[in-house]
């Protein structure tokens, strides 16, 4: 059964998504630039605040790309807060490649115990939670709609026979294709794909990728509704190096590189 805390989490991620989905139909983004060059749409700030006023309710605290100026020394003592990007894949959105997500993670002493990944102008919705399991729906935008609808299990998602790997679109590096050309000496055949935002790492969990390889910059709120997708669908998510999982509030919050596969 779904937790009050996931149900909150779907119901925010849905309203998120429709306001997001009104300024993608408009035309009217308004996009300015972060300190990093990448855009800011009034589409993130409304869906910000749209997740915030939802998730207030929990009375936990909050970290959001939109709202991510909190000290260290602030956040350190939380032991259980939301992390949220309330637009992953800005760029995709921009671009109008329909491959943008809304993504909310519960975080519980530096790992996910629940996730929310929705793609609205997609109409995919994954989530997951600890001790409850992982899953996709498709063709839903509400609650209400999710309750009426079969949901996939992805612990029983079966995957293709050649070995595939998910890339992504805006940050191929050499790195990333030293490690496909790694796979292709271990593999008869392989096949790439190429997703926008968490979809991704999504991808990993619902049996269309084997491996997603991240050798670039991420942050946090980027993949830690992701992470949970595809840690409660049994697949791992971990550093570059396989030595451990990826770990969440930390002083930087940049991501080490890292590899989410489904062995």
């Known amino acids: 059964m779904k937790s009050e805390r996931l149900i909150l989490a779907l119901d ?60 260290y020394e602030v956040r350190k003592n939380w032991n259980t807060f939301w992390m949220i990007d309330p637009i992953d894949g800005t760029k995709e959105f921009v671009k109008k490649n329909d491959e943008f997500t809304v993504n909310i993670a519960l975080i519980e002493f530096g790992q996910p ?14 989530f997951a939670e600890k001790d409850y399991g992982s899953f ?23 995957y293709p026979k050649t070995y595939t790997l998910v890339v992504s679109k805006s940050h191929m590096n050499k790195q990333t294709q030293a490690y496909v050309d790694q796979k292709k000496k271990e593999f008869i055949k392989i096949n790439t794909k190429s997703f926008g935002s968490s979809l991704k790492i999504c ?14 910059p991420t942050m946090e709120w980027d993949t830690a509704a992701a992470h949970a997708i595809v840690k409660y669908a049994g697949c791992s998510f971990l550093k570059a190096d396989l030595s451990k999982e990826i770990h969440y509030n930390k002083k930087n919050l940049l991501n080490p590189f890292f590899i989410a596969k489904s062995e």
């Open 113 to 126: 115990i629940l996730g929310v990944v929705y793609a609205p102008a997609l109409k995919v919705i994954y």
């Open 136 to 158: 996709k729906e498709i063709n839903v935008k509400s609650n209400k709609e999710l309750k009426n609808t079969a949901t996939i299990n992805l612990k029983n998602v079966s």
């Open 12 to 71: 925010a991620a849905f309203k998120a998504g429709d306001k997001i989905m009104e300024v993608y139909k408009s035309d009217n983004f308004e996009i300015e630039n972060k300190l990093d060059n990448s855009p800011l749409t009034i589409a993130d700030r409304l869906s910000h605040k749209i997740i915030s006023k939802i998730l207030i309710k929990t009375g936990l605290p909050l970290i959001s790309e939109e709202g991510k100026n909190i000290s």
């Open 203 to 216: 991808k990993v969990a619902d049996g269309e990728a084997h491996c997603y390889p991240r050798f670039g």
